[in-house]
């Protein structure tokens, strides 16, 4: 079974700083998806960025960048400039390629707080 | 365009009741799952179904039933509550599974408490 571990329950920035969110997971598959999900206080679970493993390259959304390091098998998530409207719940997800209806594996999420 | 919705968004129930969470989406996706989040967790998959009339279970199915009759809809059903099953529920959906899977579509929850 797939295992996502996220080691940081917390961590605090300052505003337009940069922060990084740790991420690691465990699989035997060689083809998988791996995402950030942001969610706020109203609980809506937001995707903030999606990493196909096959792709060397990492992703990149606006201020939202990923450092994927498959044999590591680590699956960092990069904010820059961090702001206010930043502050949320961030969970790690993995996801399996080719009959991925086993839904999404998450970990417990890291609460991120923006300090003004 | 609603995307994934969920009824109601809060609920308390006293331990052995009954209820139906309902969850609709109008994105004619095949796939629909439920989860469930509690307290210092990440999301954990409860069942799922690729199609209309197929359902499977998830990680954690136990005390929960669910069915397919619609595309649009999937409905989870807490046959005889526990306060174990106090937690904060989520619908999603995709438009397929497999490589080229799109984005899953969460809906925004529902609370609830089994006293």
């Known amino acids: 079974a797939q295992t996502v571990t996220q080691s940081q329950p917390e961590m605090s920035v300052q505003e337009a700083e940069t922060v990084t969110l740790s991420c690691t997971y465990d699989?035997?598959?060689?083809?998988?998806?791996l995402f950030w999900y942001k969610q706020p206080p109203s609980r809506q679970m937001i995707l903030v960025i999606r990493?196909?493993?096959?792709?060397?390259q990492n992703a990149t959304e606006n201020r939202f960048s990923v450092n994927f390091q498959k044999a590591a098998k680590s699956f960092s998530l990069k904010i820059s400039d961090s702001q206010l409207g930043d502050a949320a719940m961030y969970f790690c997800?993995?996801?399996?390629?080719?009959?991925?209806?086993?839904?999404?594996?998450f970990g417990k999420g890291t609460h991120l707080i923006i300090q003004p | 365009n609603a995307g994934v919705t969920q009824t109601p968004k809060f609920q308390v129930l006293k331990t052995g009741q009954s209820m139906t969470l309902q969850c609709a989406q109008d994105m004619n996706h095949e796939y629909m799952s439920w989860y469930r989040q509690d307290p210092g967790m990440g999301l954990r998959l409860i069942h799922y179904?690729?199609?209309?009339?197929?359902?499977d279970q998830g990680e954690v199915p136990n005390g929960y039933n669910v069915s397919r009759s619609t595309t649009e809809d999937f409905p989870l059903r807490l046959l005889s509550a526990a306060p174990s099953q106090t937690s904060v529920y989520f619908c999603a959906s995709s438009y397929r599974v497999g490589r080229h899977n799109e984005k899953l579509f969460f809906g925004s929850g529902t609370q609830l408490s089994v006293l």
């Open positions: 179904s690729v199609g209309a009339g197929i359902t």
């Open positions: 990493q196909e493993a096959y792709k060397q």
């Open positions: 699989t035997s598959e060689s083809d998988y998806y």
């Open positions: 997800a993995y996801r399996r390629v080719g009959g991925g209806a086993d839904g999404l594996t």
